[in-house]
Nanobody, 116 residues
Framework: QVQLVESGGGLVQSGGSLRLSCAAS????????MGWYRQAPGKQRELAAH???????NYAGAVKGRFTLSRGDDKNTVTLQMNSLKPEDTAVYYC??????????WGHGTQVTVSS
């Protein structure tokens, strides 16, 4: 089992910044993929940013240039720095951890609210 602890999030004005962190523990290894996904009210969960096992990072088009994903040296923590936030970034943000054999784990989610 893998446990995910998310931190960060909150309320910020449009144009502001927030940082989300996710730490994985338990049956973890350095051969994993991690990322942040988000779900706005009434919408499907979607990718925000993801880092694969090789270190390749992918961003959703809507956040590219504003969000930066980084991974810790232990490969089991990820941080999402979110700048120039917009009201449309308002959502619950979820951390996802994928093991090297494809099993997925999700965090409980953290609310990000951007006021206009």
């Amino acid at each position: 089992q893998v446990q995910l602890v998310e931190s960060g999030g909150g309320l910020v004005q449009s144009g502001g910044s927030l940082r989300l962190s996710c730490a994985a523990s338990g049956s973890v290894s350095s051969s994993n993929a991690m990322g942040w996904y988000r779900q706005a009210p009434g919408k499907q969960r979607e990718l925000a940013a993801h880092i694969g096992t090789t270190g390749t990072i992918n961003y959703a088009g809507a956040v590219k240039g504003r969000f930066t994903l980084s991974r810790g040296d232990d490969k089991n923590t990820v941080t999402l720095q979110m700048n120039s936030l917009k009201p449309e970034d308002t959502a619950v943000y979820y951390c996802r951890y994928t093991t090297n054999y494809g099993r997925e784990y999700w965090g409980h989610g953290t609310q990000v609210t951007v006021s206009s």
